[in-house]
């Protein structure tokens, strides 16, 4: 199975600073059909996880745009430009490339400084 | 708007089996695949299997084979799974998604005598 595995675990963040989180994958997680199925999920104390991001670096609707993400291949971040407090909860890397087995990264905790 | 409605917390004896539902609305049920996500208290996601309500084609992690089954009533674009055999590490909140951009609210699941 792909294995994705996320830096750091925990985050700590003053409001307005910059912050990034890495998602790396065991394996390359372009698509024969050359997508890369890489999304970024947040889930906010006591709620359901909401999608941020989805192929890598595609902003869902409504996600605010200090919200981005990059990467290719194995290697894979999500950066926030100005931390707000509605940001603070848990990130979660996770890759549908090697569906139907979806693997999550095991979350990196944003918490204010 | 899209909607995943879940049916509600639900306590069980260990042995015994457990049947949750996620109700569908604002989309055509029968076109997109339904996941089903374990979160263990404080841990990650977990995938468990997913379901393609039009024709009931299912796959599932190696690791829910025999543990869940994944079932849909088109006529009330309803999805179901069903846990049979609890433990106490079948306590968790088990969540269901469509394909990670909208997300149910969860279904508490705790097994105890």
């Known amino acids: 199975d792909v294995v994705l595995t996320q830096t750091p675990p925990t985050l700590s963040a003053t409001i307005g600073q910059s912050v990034s989180i890495s998602c790396r994958s065991s394996?390359?997680?372009?698509?024969?059909?050359?997508?890369?199925?890489l999304h970024w999920l947040l889930q906010r104390p006591g709620q359901s996880p909401q999608l941020l991001i989805y192929?890598?670096?595609r902003l869902e609707s409504g996600v605010p745009n200090r919200f981005s993400g990059s990467g290719s291949g194995t290697d894979f971040t999500l950066k926030i430009s100005g931390v707000e407090a509605e940001d603070l909860g848990v990130y979660y890397c996770?890759?549908?490339?090697?569906?139907?087995?979806?693997?999550f990264g095991a979350g990196t905790k944003l918490e204010l400084k | 708007q899209v909607k995943l409605l879940q049916s509600g917390a639900a306590l069980v004896k260990p042995g015994a089996s457990v049947k949750m539902s996620c109700k569908a609305s604002?989309?055509?049920?029968?076109?997109?695949?339904v996941s089903w996500v374990k979160q263990s208290h404080g841990k990650s996601l977990e995938w468990i299997g997913e379901i393609y309500p039009n024709s009931g084609a299912t796959n599932f992690n190696e690791k829910f084979k025999g543990k869940a089954t994944l079932t849909v009533d088109k006529s009330t674009s309803t999805a179901y799974m069903e846990l049979s055999r609890l433990t106490s590490e079948d306590s968790a909140i088990y969540y269901c998604?469509?394909?990670?951009?909208?997300w149910g609210q969860g279904t508490l699941v705790t097994v105890s005598s």
């Open positions: 192929l890598v670096s």
């Open positions: 998604t469509n394909q990670f951009a909208y």
């Open positions: 996770v890759q549908g490339t090697h569906a139907p087995m979806y693997t």
């Open positions: 604002g989309y055509t049920f029968t076109d997109y695949w």
């Open positions: 394996q390359s997680l372009l698509h024969s059909n050359g997508n890369t199925y």
